[in-house]
């Protein structure tokens, strides 16, 4: 089995317990330990349609939507369509019933695979969220995304750590899930490899310290 199929049969496995991180359905100690310990999931979500800005009419392509909360926020922020892709089939009966619950479900493809393997049409914006940390090849998997992004894309990766890095690794490792991490001179060499005119580099502060990350053609 591939790194990359690893990494998918791990969310999948993951899918439910995953989704209550968003939607916060978890009781209030974990809501206030993943406030603290995974700060970086709501600051980037919010840096994301900060940098996009106005989305009406447009097309948006979330690589790795995971359960779909930003594929629900930008059909809520007009996207005029929206392309959900996941290799975790459990992960996208959740972004299905999310889409059961709203008024959007005829502006938006759930695709299940992993890209860049499946075919996707040319997108305004492209999110890709949580996904960097476990891909191996970045220069292929970037020079892939650059031909299906119009406007600009909202990524995010994680960064190095003397504490957290080593912690991570010990725990994904044991799960046989791959784990990557990255300095900023890394993710500005490699988006600027990929073809891209724009890489705009934000540090996340807090516990994750992740890097949320805008590239533009």
Known sequence: MTRTAN???????????FDTIYD???NFVMRSLDRYLRSD??????????????LKGKTVL???????????????RGAAMVTALDPAPNMLDLVRSRLDKTPFSERCSVVQGAFPETNVPVHDFVIIMGVMDYVEDVGAFLAAVKPVTRTAV??????????RMPLRRIRYRLRRCPLYFYE??????????????EVEVRKIPGAG???HVCLKP
């Open 7 to 17: 990494a998918a049969r791990f969310f999948d496995s993951f899918a439910k317990a």
């Open 24 to 26: 916060s359905k978890r």
């Open 41 to 54: 999931m709501f600051i980037r979500y919010a840096l994301t349609f900060e940098v996009f800005g106005d």
């Open 62 to 76: 979330d690589i790795g939507c995971g359960s779909g909360p930003y594929v629900i926020e930008a059909l809520s």
């Open 154 to 163: 909202a990524i995010s990766f994680p960064s190095t750590h003397w504490f």
């Open 184 to 197: 900023e001179a890394d993710i500005r060499r490699l988006g600027s490899a990929a073809g891209f005119t």
């Open 209 to 211: 310290m992740d890097y």
